[in-house]
């Protein structure tokens, strides 16, 4: 069975700093990644989704994937108060599976 | 921003009473997904629809979860007969063609 683990478990950063949030995953079948977002009394709210092995860069956020070392990460440059949240690494086989989630990371961003 | 819906946004219920929450999936999002998120934050995928079709669910051996997505109605999600440890956050989420998932704010549905 699927297994996805993140670390660490909460992270502090100081505000303008450099956040990396890891998550590795057990299944060698696996396809897509996502990375999300919650805030307090919200619902997650995807952030990236990355595919292919590599980075893939969206403003401020990039994303790294490496399937063969079973290995996904985030890294959130410029960090800002505002991106202090739950961060959720996401799985899924394939298009019709349902998202295997880790347990999430505490992201606080210290003005 | 998501556009789906979740009512009630908080419900508390007695041990043994029944839990209903509804959905109103985005406009056009053929695939509804409902979890459970505990209060370590942990998600547990319940049940998944495509065009009111069931497509994937968990064994819910205990058969006390029920949930449906009629067309031109919500969907819903019904636990009969709640128990303390069903106090959670139910999120529904849908998806369009794609891949991106959408959720609501969820329903916290505590059980004393």
């Known amino acids: 069975q699927q297994k996805v683990q993140q670390s660490p478990e909460s992270l502090i950063v100081p505000e303008g700093g450099m956040a990396s949030l890891n998550c590795t995953f057990s299944d060698r079948n696996s396809q897509y990644f996502w990375w999300y977002r919650q805030h307090s009394g919200e619902g997650p709210k995807a952030l990236m989704s990355i595919f292919s092995n590599g980075d893939k860069k969206e403003g401020r956020f990039t994303a790294h994937l490496n399937k063969a070392s079973l290995y996904v990460s985030l890294h959130i440059k410029d960090s800002q108060p505002s991106d202090s949240a739950l961060y959720f690494c996401a799985v899924s086989m394939d298009s019709n599976y349902q998202l295997i989630w880790g347990s999430g990371t505490k992201l606080i961003i210290k003005p | 921003n998501s556009k789906v819906i979740q009512t009630p946004r908080y419900l508390v219920k007695g041990q043994g009473q029944k839990a209903k929450m509804r959905c109103i999936p985005e406009?056009?999002?053929?695939?509804v997904f409902w979890y459970q998120q505990n209060k370590n934050n942990e998600f547990k995928f319940l049940i998944n629809f495509q065009n009111q079709e069931v497509l994937q669910q968990i064994d819910m051996t205990e058969k006390r979860f029920s949930a449906e997505c009629p067309s031109n109605s919500p969907c819903s999600l019904e636990i009969q007969s709640s128990e303390a440890g069903d106090s959670a956050l139910y999120l529904c989420a849908s998806r369009p063609p794609g891949w991106e998932v959408f959720f609501g704010k969820g329903t916290r549905l505590t059980v004393v």
């Open positions: 406009k056009g999002h053929p695939v």
